[in-house]
T-cell receptor, first 115, second 112 residues
């Protein structure tokens, strides 16, 4: 089954304790992305990756890191989480073509609470 | 600034009524996507529109992209409780394979 998986689905942590949210897709997609969703602000992009070893900042990259060492995986790293990073996080992937638009497939979300 | 504006922000309709949600951009839309999200859950892809004037339907949901490719509407006919959720539009606003931008969403409630 074609899917994007995220782990963990729920996480409660404390300020400053490093954490990683994993994201994996099994569709051989080149493009992967992380979003956070907050009430009243909608979906905002954190980082995206056009391909392996290519990552770029989105709208709200501060406090986050990503890596793309393999095509299927795109982990989101919070080196020193703070309460303002409490949010619902989504990973997404899509197939990249030339000049065409493709559907983004979304993971189920990770609800992170930083106390 | 918000590049995609959705309206209304929230909507409460009686079961069986029709409704329309709009998504407007100040820039040309090269691809327009509609997603539905159950509260606190993942996004479910509904439809993608690319051509000006294009219209697609799935069950009781119809989406259109206007000729100028700067506005899309999502219309639900004879709404049901299963239609409740948050509807998000996402778009490619630059030609080529660039990241999607999203509207803030429209929260739909359907009451009996």
């Amino acid at each position: 089954e074609a899917q994007v998986t995220q782990n963990p689905r729920y996480l409660i942590t404390v300020t400053g304790k490093k954490l990683t949210v994993t994201c994996s897709q099994n569709m051989n997609h080149e493009y992967m992305s992380w979003y956070r969703q907050d009430p009243g602000l909608g979906l905002r992009q954190i980082y995206y990756s056009m391909n392996v070893e290519v990552t770029d900042k989105g709208d709200v990259p501060e406090g986050y890191k990503v890596s793309r060492k393999e095509k299927r995986n795109f982990p989101l790293i919070l080196e020193s989480p703070s309460p303002n990073q409490t949010s619902l996080y989504f990973c997404a992937s899509s197939l990249i073509g030339t000049g065409s638009s493709y559907e983004q497939y979304f993971g189920p979300g990770t609800r992170l609470t930083v106390t | 600034s918000q590049e995609l504006e959705q309206s209304p922000q929230s909507l409460i309709v009686q079961e069986g009524k029709n409704l329309t949600i709009n998504c407007t951009s100040s820039k040309t839309l090269y691809g327009l996507y509609w997603y539905k999200q159950k509260y606190g859950e993942g996004l479910i892809f509904l439809m993608m529109l690319q051509k000006g004037g294009e219209e697609k339907s799935h069950e009781k949901i119809t989406a259109k992209l206007d000729e100028k490719k700067q506005q899309s509407s999502l219309h639900i006919t004879a709404s049901q409780p299963s239609h409740a959720g948050i509807y998000l539009c996402g778009a490619d606003i630059v030609s080529g394979n660039t990241p999607l931008v999203f509207g803030k969403g429209t929260r739909l409630s359907v009451i009996a």
